[in-house]
């Protein structure tokens, strides 16, 4: 399989719901057109180089998938009859690779990106006991 990102730029006006649901569309499509997907960025709203159909901003979506060739083309067919998409781009990342094991290693930096329970609770006694501590004559200066 080959190797995809495909970036997306929406209309600004959409609601969350309708945003959503273009999400889970273009992530339908290529699963049901025996693609995978790796992982769904979202990039959120922002501005614009230049006006695009009279906007200034768009929300900005970086799907990142595996497939044969033919599916590119499926999918771009569908952002252009699509109202909802402004501009798209797609970029092949690499000829063959295995999915499974894109998907492994996206598991384990998401995991690693994420703070482990213990961390987070240690670090909130630690910034709670130095903002409790009272403050020193040492540190205290008087400039006159």
């Not at 922002?46 to 901003?57: D, G, H, I």
Request: charged share 40%.
């Amino acid at each position: 399989m080959r190797h995809y990102e495909t970036v997306l730029i929406l209309n600004p006006e959409l609601g969350e719901d309708a945003y959503a649901e273009k999400l889970k569309k273009f992530g339908g499509f290529i699963e049901k057109e025996k693609g995978i997907v790796i992982k769904i960025d979202e990039w959120g709203s922002q501005n614009l180089a230049y006006p695009v159909k009279k906007f200034e901003r768009g929300f900005y979506v970086r799907i990142e998938y595996c497939g044969e060739p033919g599916l590119v083309s499926r999918l771009e067919r569908e952002t252009k009859i699509d109202d909802a998409v402004l501009k798209y781009m797609t970029v092949k990342l690499a000829n063959k690779v295995d999915p499974e094991e894109l998907l492994r290693k996206e598991t384990q930096k998401a995991e690693k990106e994420r703070p482990a329970p213990e961390e987070t609770t240690e670090t909130a006694e630690r910034e709670a006991a130095v903002e409790e501590r009272p403050e020193s004559p040492q540190e205290v200066s008087n400039h006159d």
